[in-house]
């Protein structure tokens, strides 16, 4: 990679992530000259860990579905995901010599399973078209005259652009190099941050019981929360317990609706369907069958049909119901309690570990105050966001991946329609 930087440039990117990159390429295959500058020593950090470092790159949703799981913000991303949607992207990876896949039908990986793939093939592709990179380069200010960017101050030198791209990222995995340096660019020339959370990451709940069950994996289980201007938030996907709380792509996944009900409530009740999406009346006529199947066994081995051991014992306990007596044995209000704990089990989320552990930010530079069409700002010209910098995030599973290198296209196009 060339690393000789000149002191004027048609474009400078902020921040070699995945967003930063991709707009890098874009514009320096439209003719551009671009500086890219990292504050780290080294490029796409935290695309090299993302997916366990499989690097879950999109997914084969239809962009209105891909859209809908963002929440209300995901219309915005609608010429983005026009200009490079997973098809698009799948093909762009493809021709600079990285082959992808779906093994389940759904998320989208390099052939490989190597996030090293993606970054070698990212990194040949910007040294082919001349992009400037320049690592363990801080950003401490953007350089403009009142209504347009012209550069930028680093702690050793002021570069000078017509174009600036901010793609420093949100605050999630700290250890990575996120530290909101994009949120602090932007507060200083007028635009507004939203209040910014931690997202996808584990939880911590109320129940100490939890602890009991941390050897199982609990697949397909449905999580709503259990607050009236909540009720239609929910999340599916596989549970596991912690030592004090909750983790696992579910958890992941509802986690980013949950830090900032935790911050206004102080506590988030939950409800959690263990079995599958089974309902009351399936789970008591599943149970009744296994009963007449094995009328001497007990409460727990007619559970374990359904659930590993450690959880059924702990669920006995709670509805207090002797696990080694018969089913039919039981008291009826200790047989319907346990039905409702298979059916609907209730936690309490108290906490979490910050930004420290958080994959992803909720929340950044407010979407008003940015154009879909080319991710320009409407505060100054010549100053353009994409990533996770901005405030759109959505779920695991590639999700946050595809926007950061579509909305990284749009920008790299400066302005021009794509």
């Known amino acids: ?25 874009t514009a320096a295959r439209r003719g551009k000259t671009v500086l890219l500058l990292e504050k780290l020593s080294k490029i796409a950090a935290k695309l090299k860990a993302t997916g366990g470092g499989r690097c879950n790159l999109t997914n084969t949703l239809s962009n209105e579905d891909f859209m809908a799981r963002f929440g ?41 399973h190597s996030s090293v793939s993606i ?34 101050s680093t ?29 602090e660019l932007a507060s200083a020339i007028g635009h507004k941050v ?36 909540a009720k239609n938030i929910r999340a599916h996907g596989d549970l596991i ?35 599958k999406g089974l309902n009351e009346e399936q789970i008591r006529s599943h149970i009744k069958n296994e009963i007449y199947k094995n009328p001497e066994q007990s409460v727990l081995t007619h559970m374990m049909t359904l659930l590993p051991e450690s959880l059924c014992r702990s669920l006995c306990t709670l509805a207090e119901a002797d696990p080694d007596t018969g089913f039919n044995k039981l008291p009826g209000a200790q047989r319907d309690h346990l039905i409702k704990l298979l059916t609907w089990m209730p936690l309490t989320v108290i906490g979490h570990d910050g930004f420290k552990m958080a994959m992803i930010t909720r929340g950044g530079v407010s979407l008003k105050e940015i154009r879909p069409e080319t991710m320009e700002s409407k505060v100054i010209s010549g100053l353009y966001f994409c990533g996770e910098v901005m405030n759109l995030d959505g779920p695991c599973g590639g999700y946050n991946l595809q926007w950061s290198f579509a909305s990284g296209y749009v920008a790299g196009h400066l302005g021009e329609s794509v």
């Open 155 to 183: 702690d050793t030198q002021t570069y000078a652009a017509d174009n600036v791209i901010i793609a420093t990222g949100g605050l999630g995995y700290p250890q990575l190099g996120a530290e909101g340096d994009g949120f």
């Open 241 to 275: 317990f912690t030592a004090n709380g909750i983790r696992g792509p579910v958890v992941l996944d509802v986690a980013r609706e949950i830090t900032p009900l935790i911050e206004k409530y102080g506590e988030v009740p939950l409800l959690i369907n263990l079995t």
């Open 119 to 152: 970054i070698s093939a990212l990194e040949e592709e910007m040294e082919r078209l001349g992009v400037i990179l320049v690592c363990s380069a801080r950003v401490n200010a953007l350089e403009h005259d009142g209504t347009k960017v012209t550069g930028v």
């Open 1 to 25: 990679m060339q690393n000789s930087p000149k002191s004027s440039y048609d474009l400078i990117v902020v921040g070699a992530g995945a967003a930063g990159i991709m707009a890098a390429i």
């Open 72 to 112: 209300r913000e995901g219309k915005f991303m609608t010429p983005a995901l026009n200009a490079l949607d997973h098809k698009a992207l799948i093909a762009f990876f493809a021709d600079i010599g990285v082959e992808s896949h779906a093994p389940d039908g759904y998320r989208v990986f390099p052939v490989s």
């Open 194 to 229: 939203t209040e910014l959370y931690p997202a996808m990451m584990p939880l911590r709940t109320k129940e100490t019981w939890v602890g009991d069950c941390r050897a199982d994996t609990i697949a397909k289980v449905e999580i709503r929360i259990d607050l009236p201007k």
